[in-house]
């Protein structure tokens, strides 16, 4: 909208040192100014100021600014009115601005205020002694660390609708941005009610949308904010910020939640990241390797040490193998059976989650235990199949060159090996998910909860579209319950809609799904048919989600 050239003119005719010096001590550290941090509350200065880069970084909550941002943040303004006060002291003329670019740029400075506010809100209102508090010490965080991630509380009741309105935030916007929800007489609610909150920012450190762990009472153990002008899940991590100031050497890691976050930051490894609830995207492995500093970009995909987890990590080593490049591979590191960073740092020390990152294989590596796992490699069959997996799995590599090194490698590794099985062993073996299957009759299930189901089984993909509903959409049938908290799991899991119901099977849920799509549904519910395009079945699936349970 705005010239590139005209925007660094209009940075380059202040120096950001003197902006923030204007709200922040400064003190000279070597080439930069070092202060307490504006955004979070910190007794040793974190907040960094580079004005040959013009950055501001904050170590701490991982604010990243240049002076155009760090004006709109500290002074509630918009990025036009930053830039034309800017361009006006420089004696600059601004370009001609189309009015609808114009509202599009006051807009989004306008819903990031109004997430901000919301952020400042639920940390001014994270209770001393209550449930909150009580599990985060349990969970060993500290107050410091409380205000460094900005955690909040976010209260039951409307609380925050009569304060965000107070502030002079109209409720359409409150409802852009996924704070808002309605009921089904259109009542107004916040979606986030007695929770633990965590707020998610983008690369610039500004919240975006926001996490929540509930504290008691029913209902899904975390939910995120839906998809809004702000905020695509898929092309975010949590922490993300942070690595903007990542020292050169230390790797990224990507661990699987909030809270694991906070304890690796707490033992030491300032590279990690976590996806928002789903596997992996595209977007968010290359933002990992975009972070990373040096020439050799391999970041670590920590999963657990259980058969899911292996799952988890193959299932994520599929997505990356395309992507790969030289100087751009992943290592992937397995935690002990039971344990997650979180726990893992809390029990046994910084130490032992170095052990398990010193312990990360190779992107090579990953593949043969993946293809030798369950097989001896003592018979043919057992070679060929160890044969197929590896050849199949190289030839997702984009890459000519790197596609016939990664197969030159596996292949002589699989001629050394021969007929002596050298696979990994795990402290744990993998279980059967299958279960003894229930009983039902299609009968016994509320048509309406039928259909819903129906509709999700028969257009996976609208499991991951609609998982924020689907997880709070009001179920009686405990059938469908337990078929919800299967698709759930597969969904978190990263399970490919074409899978979907193939897994479901295998967890279980196979006469619960036969129930669910008996032929008599689709004269009720026409949309929930197959071959109904996915945005006329989202359609009918939103309908009748309104219903009365």
Known sequence: MLARDFLDAVRDSVRLSDVVGRTVKLRRAGREMVGCCPFHTEKTPSFTVNDQKGIAHCFGCGTHHDVIGYMMAMERM????????????????????DPEQRRLLDRRSRLLALMDTAARYYADNLPAGGPARTMLAARGVTESEIARFRLGYAPAGSALLHHLRGQGFAEADIEAVGLLKRADDGRAFPFFRN?????????????????????????????????????????????LSRLMGLPAGKPVVVVEGYLDVIAMHRAGEAGAVAPLGTAMTEAQIKAVWDAQRGEERSPILCFDGDAAGRRAAWRAIDKVLPLI?????????????GEDPDSLIGHAGPEAMAGVLDGAVTLTEALWMRATEGRTMADPDSAAAVERSLRQATETIRDPGLRRRYWEALRERMQAVGAKPQRPQFTDRPQSRRVAPPTLSSTAVPMRERALMATILTHPELA???????????????????????????????CESDQMREHLIAAGVGPIIEAALDPAIYRHAPYARAEVGLDAAEAGWREIITLAA
């Open 195 to 239: 929770r633990l909150m965590f707020p998610v920012t983008d690369k610039q450190g500004r919240v975006v949308a926001f996490g929540g762990r509930i504290l008691e009472g029913d209902g899904p153990k975390y939910i995120n904010s839906g998809a809004t002008e702000l905020f695509q899940k898929g092309s975010l991590l949590y922490g």
């Open 78 to 97: 918009t990025f036009l009115e930053v830039v034309e006060g800017l361009a006006a002291r420089a004696g600059m003329a601004m370009p001609e601005i």
């Open 325 to 337: 490049e030289a100087g751009r591979t992943i290592r992937v590191a397995f935690m002990p059976a």
């Open 464 to 494: 991951y579209r609609l998982e924020e509903e689907l997880a709070m959409a009001r179920l009686t049938s405990p059938q469908m319950i337990r078929l919800r908290g299967a698709i759930m799991q597969e969904v978190v899991a990263g």
